[in-house]
């Protein structure tokens, strides 16, 4: 692009900034998107792939339904590993009983499909599951999942091809931003210097380069994760998003069930919950499983805190309660990693507009896969109303 004037820059070309400056140039802006590194690689490539509005609560349900609308379009143009296998929820006990049939009910209300299915109809869809364990599934066959270390890379070059008013950059620093004479100032560390009507920061747990009192300030905690990946495993009958258990006992849509405030941890359950272990799996498309999570908290300012070890004794009770629920025979650990993202414990994201332009945009926590695109869509069209 032969001017440095921009409608709107975007830093940060994770799937929450990726996604602002999508809908930026939908609406017809010229549009900058910047990248620190040489492509992302933060909590939008460490996760699981799982898009699954059925776990959202309140707008970010409507968010989620968005999101996957969005991503199934975009799929049936250009391949961003969008597949459509469905999410299921696996009741283990009585109480995760109760607590499905009352998200089904509430899923009725709301129009959006959701099966009940019986142990017979799981454990025939699904025979990895141990007939011990489930008891009753919850089946929403229109959700979707992608392959994390590669959809992000592909709905770029998506994007970069469908829009001429868009400028993605990456492998650029911002130094700095300010408002000066009505529109904002950047520098980079490459000396480019760029200038815009608006900005909108989508910069996750980075705090020290821009804004960083804010940050300090804010309340945002980062969140540590532990995930495990298995040798594929074609022949392991696991399609799909596979929640469990522990996932119900979590997930923010049962929190709004009539039972939910009554429920009781069993003691087994304790030392899981203590590391917020939530058993899901997510078979690949090269045929692996992914196996988590956990999770740690530290401030934003103090994520060294988290470490950056694995710490075995997790990875050991995720894969003992991972047995519990599935033939874990064949499942050979070939990888295992932490991944890290932001969120706030009373937000459920973090908003901060300076000077109505500059507009800091970070902390969705884990909703980012599924509801990114819904939320960016609502918030463009709030910053250029």
């Known amino acids: 692009m032969k001017s440095n004037h921009f409608d709107v820059i975007v830093i940060g070309a994770g799937i929450l900034g990726t996604f602002h400056a999508y809908h930026a140039a939908e609406l017809g802006k010229k549009v900058l998107l910047l990248e620190k590194d040489p492509f992302p690689v933060n909590a939008t490539v ?10 959202m609560s309140s707008d970010w349900f409507q968010f989620g339904v968005y999101s996957t609308r969005l991503y199934k379009t975009i799929q049936s143009q250009f391949d961003i590993s969008i597949r459509e296998n469905g999410s299921v929820y696996i009741a283990s006990d009585p109480d995760e009983q109760q607590l499905i049939h009352e998200l089904k009910q509430r899923m009725d209300e709301r129009n959006y499909e959701a099966h009940l299915l019986s142990k017979a109809q799981c454990l025939e869809k699904w025979p990895a599951l141990k007939s011990e364990y489930c008891l009753e599934g919850l089946f929403f066959p229109q959700e979707v999942s992608a392959e994390p270390e590669s959809t992000i890379h592909r709905l770029l070059l998506y994007i970069s091809a469908k829009f001429s008013t868009l400028h993605y950059q990456p492998d650029t620093t911002v130094l700095s931003c300010d408002t000066v004479e009505g529109v904002v100032k950047i520098s980079t560390d490459t000396h480019d210097k760029f200038t815009a009507d608006k900005v909108i920061i989508c910069n996750g747990s980075e705090f020290k380069l821009l804004f960083s009192d804010l940050f300090r300030k804010s309340g945002i905690v980062v969140s540590k994760l532990h995930m495990l990946r ?26 709004e069930c009539p039972s939910f405030p009554t429920l009781q941890t069993p003691p087994a359950l304790q030392e899981l919950r203590q590391w917020g272990i939530h058993i899901l799996f997510k078979k690949a498309a090269d045929g692996s499983v992914i196996l988590g999570d956990s999770h740690e908290y530290a401030a934003v300012n103090q994520p060294e805190k988290l470490g950056f070890e694995i710490n075995q004794h997790i990875n050991n009770l995720m894969l003992a309660e991972a047995a519990r629920i599935i033939d874990m025979e064949s499942f ?54």
């Open 332 to 385: 050979q650990v070939a990888s295992s990693w932490a991944g890290y993202y932001s969120q706030h414990p009373e937000k459920d994201i973090v908003e901060i507009d300076i000077e109505n332009k500059i507009h800091i945009r970070t902390a969705i926590g884990g909703k980012g896969m599924t509801s990114s695109a819904g939320y960016a869509q609502k918030s463009i069209e709030r910053i250029f109303e």
């Open 46 to 55: 460490r996760n699981f792939g799982q898009v699954v509005p059925s776990g």
């Open 230 to 255: 298995s040798a594929p495993l074609p022949k392991l009958a696991l399609e799909g998003n596979i929640l469990t258990g522990l996932t119900i006992r979590r997930y923010e849509s049962f929190e």
